[in-house]
């Protein structure tokens, strides 16, 4: 069975950048495309990037471009979300999801347990 | 794509039909799922290509439209139905959520 396992809670300054990972477990992680998602406390879900193994590339929301990097480890099933500079509207739960095989374009049907990413001074 | 959903927040009672809107700002085909979030917990996919059921969700939970119009119907309110739900268009690489419905106890 696949299971995604995230790092870790992060607490950082406004400014500094922060490294996010997604585990894969179980067979085929060279067939994942995962995504990233967020929720700000009191907001709705937002779509920040795609990427892994079968993502044919990364993919950044225009809000993001220029600010986040998705990597893939594939010796380690997994995959990475960097979110530089910082601010403290980036203060959100963060989750990474797998996107279904489905043919109807990406949905997300296996996700993270979330990583809480603190920005404060 | 802008996803609008309505209302973005109602309450019912235990067995009442409950019924979410989601508007698509352009054409999707049946590129549209519906998740469930509670506080705390993960999403949950509930519906993918607008009107399937996913593995395991109760029947009660039904999804139907096309193009710009869709709606999640939950025919008989459950107490672990109060949730805040979320339309999602799959259509664009560049993916966008609904606003989010928030179903609480009336």
């Known amino acids: 069975q696949v299971h995604l396992v995230q790092s870790g809670a992060e607490v950082k300054k406004p400014g500094a950048p922060v490294k996010i990972s997604c585990k894969t477990s179980?067979?085929?992680?060279?067939?994942?495309?995962i995504h990233w998602v967020r929720q700000a406390p009191g907001q709705g879900l937002e779509w920040i990037a795609k990427g892994g193994p079968s993502a044919g590339g990364a993919i950044y929301g225009q809000r993001f471009q220029g600010r986040v990097n998705v990597a893939t480890d594939t010796s380690t099933s997994t995959v990475s979300l960097e979110v530089s500079n910082l601010k403290s509207e980036d203060t959100a739960v963060y989750y990474c999801a797998r996107e279904a095989g489905f043919g109807f374009g990406a949905v997300l049907d296996l996700w993270g347990q979330g990583t809480l990413v603190t920005v404060s001074s | 794509i802008q996803m609008t959903q309505s209302p973005s927040s109602l309450s019912a009672s235990v067995g009442d039909r409950v019924i979410i809107t989601c508007r698509a700002s352009q054409s999707i085909g049946k590129y549209l799922n519906w998740y469930q979030k509670k506080s705390g917990k993960v999403p949950k996919l509930l519906i993918y290509a607008a009107s399937d059921l996913q593995n395991g969700v109760p029947s009660r939970f039904s999804g139907s439209g096309s193009g710009t119009e869709f709606t999640l119907t939950i025919s008989s309110l459950q107490p672990e139905d109060f949730a805040t739900y979320y339309c999602?268009?799959?259509?664009?690489?560049?993916?966008?959520f609904g606003g989010g419905t928030n179903v609480e106890i009336k």
């Open positions: 999602q268009q799959s259509y664009s690489a560049l993916l966008t």
């Open positions: 179980g067979s085929s992680f060279g067939t994942f495309t």
